[in-house]
């Protein structure tokens, strides 16, 4: 079965610093990653994908599998970046379909 | 273009009522459709997920139950609510053919008093 484990509950930041979100998974097949961001009092939200390999509001990650990791990465935080951020990895689950596993969050608070 | 509707946005109910959140979506055809719930420290859980019609399958033994009667209705229910059913519950749609991105509601927020 696969896993996702967002070590870090809660991360603060100061106003420009770098960013770096962490996650790893487990899992069998070949993985195809996300980022979801819920920002205060808004729907959660896709960030970015691994396949799109795009940056979004500043934020990129690479999927690292030798490491089994797809961290997420911002140079200089801003403080409209403070939300909750869930990493998630998709997997077949038959009939056509796919899940969402996520992981349990990590709250990024940006510091002014 | 594609929205997902659910209610109520909160609800506050005694131990033993019964439950019931529903979830449209609008503007697609033949979603998977998915219910989450959302905990502090506990990350989102899935409850519930259907690829069609009457098709539902459980990822979580509980108190709750899911149906789907139409193409883009979900709905969340229980017969007897127990206090640890408390918490935030999430609808999200995907596509039928999609390969994982989801699309979220804005939230059930239940009290088991």
């Known amino acids: 079965a696969q896993r996702v484990t967002q070590p870090e509950k809660l991360l603060s930041v100061f106003k420009g610093a770098p960013v770096e979100l962490k996650c790893n998974y487990s899992?069998?097949?070949?993985?195809?990653l996300f980022w979801y961001v819920q920002y205060s009092r808004q729907r959660l939200q896709l960030l970015l994908r691994?396949?799109s390999r795009e940056s979004i509001k500043g934020f990129t990650a690479d999927l690292n599998k030798g490491e089994t990791s797809f961290h997420l990465k911002k140079p200089f935080a801003q403080e409209e970046d403070s939300a909750m951020y869930y990493c998630?990895?998709?997997?077949?689950?038959?009939?056509?379909?796919?899940?969402?596993?996520f992981g349990k969050g990590t709250k990024l608070s940006v510091i002014p | 273009s594609q929205t997902i509707h659910q209610w109520p946005a909160t609800l506050v109910q005694p131990v033993g009522s019964p439950l019931s959140l529903e979830c449209t979506v609008e503007g697609t055809s033949n979603p998977n459709l998915y219910w989450y719930r959302q905990a502090a420290g506990r990350g989102l859980q899935l409850l519930f997920y259907s690829v069609g019609i009457g098709q539902i399958s459980s990822e979580v033994p509980q108190n709750l139950s899911a149906s789907r009667p139409q193409d883009r209705q979900f709905i969340l229910s229980s017969k007897k609510l127990l206090l640890s059913d408390s918490g935030f519950y999430l609808c999200a749609w995907s596509p039928g053919t999609g390969t994982g991105e989801l699309f979220f509601g804005e939230g059930s927020r239940l009290t088991v008093l």
């Open positions: 691994h396949i």
């Open positions: 899992y069998s097949g070949s993985p195809e």
């Open positions: 998630a990895l998709s997997a077949y689950s038959g009939a056509g379909s796919y899940q969402l596993t």
